[in-house]
């Protein structure tokens, strides 16, 4: 009877790990395979959405299958578990069988994880090392100066400190900076900050970067693959305005960079420059923030109470 018992219950466990590895790779077959509309049924599991940029989409493909890989472990483990409760629960005053050091499941349970990791180590290495390349040859160079409490951002005619600013575009307190940049090609950003840390950050790139004071220079490429209008902010806390350090990147064609950059290298404001693409001129994902200097203020009220 003993001996029967312990036949089953390999048979058991290896039935709930096929089912749980069944039913994931079902739910993707059904998903349609993309993983994009995979996680889109599922709110992109926390993240913003798929990108708009190739590194983006990379990173993301990468975020929602380790969510898979561990919601299936979860929910093997959570199988186990009340599997477990269920299958050996008190059942009288008899004391069950004590069962110590079963090798094969030692050796299951500490290397199957060391796998998993390993996995997820050589994906995320991969996606990591691809995210980081600079290519040779950049199409585009742009230059972002971060500063309390503001962005500008320079068009350069190369790669480096000793390149040149061929335009530019800087944001104030009651204009928000525009970034245009062409989709399809790859575009260089050089960071450097003027005083304290700060962090570009554009949640649709699924990527920030800190900018940093001094002769570090941080650098990445990005390759924009969907028109559009997305916002930025700065995501390291650099003092007391920090919320105002807000931007917007304008992803437009190719043709329509070329007439705003030449508008812009021929003296046109960058309000301008955007008209003359048909773009809206100012930004329209965000606004600048109400600095409430003109409208009357605690202390105002408080003096006019006081005078009463
Ligand atoms: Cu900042």
């Not at 049924?41 to 983006?56: E, M, N, R, T, Y």
């Not at 199409?139 to 005619?157: L, M």
Request: charged content about 20%.
């Amino acid at each position: 009877m003993g001996a029967k018992r312990q036949a089953t219950r390999p048979r058991a466990a290896t039935r709930i790990a096929g089912l749980g590895l069944g039913a994931a790779g079902l739910l993707m077959l059904l998903s349609g395979c993309s993983i994009e509309s995979f996680g889109s049924k599922f709110g992109h599991f926390g993240w913003p959405g798929p990108g708009v940029s190739l590194q983006a989409h990379k990173m993301y493909d990468l975020w929602i299958a380790s969510v898979v890989a561990a919601l299936v472990v979860g929910i093997f483990v959570w199988g186990l578990i009340f599997w477990c409760v269920i299958r050996y629960r008190k059942r009288g005053d008899e004391l069950p069988v004590q069962t110590r050091f079963n090798m094969p499941m030692e050796v299951l349970y500490t290397v199957t994880p060391i796998l998993i990791v390993a996995v997820l180590f050589y994906y995320t290495a991969i996606v990591q090392t691809d995210v980081d390349k600079l290519s040779k040859n950049p199409d585009q160079v742009v230059e972002v100066v971060a500063f309390k409490w503001q962005w500008q951002f320079n068009y350069r005619d190369g790669m480096g400190k000793e390149a040149n600013t061929v335009t530019s575009t800087v944001g104030s307190a009651d204009v928000i900076p525009l970034l245009v940049l062409p989709v399809g090609e790859k575009i260089r950003f050089e960071e450097t900050s003027k005083d304290v840390i700060h962090s570009f950050w554009v949640p649709e790139l699924l990527f920030k970067r800190d900018v940093f004071p001094g002769s570090a220079r941080n650098t990445f490429e990005v390759t924009l693959d969907k028109e559009g209008r997305y916002v930025g902010r700065c995501a390291e806390l650099c003092g007391t305005y920090h919320a105002f350090m807000q931007f917007e990147l304008v992803a437009v064609s190719k043709d329509q960079f070329t007439q705003f950059l030449d508008a812009k290298k021929q003296g046109a404001t960058t309000q301008e420059a955007m008209t003359k693409i048909g773009k809206e001129p100012y930004a329209v994902t965000t606004e600048p923030l109400n600095t409430r200097r003109q409208s009357s203020s605690w202390n105002q009220s408080n003096t006019v109470a006081a005078g009463k």
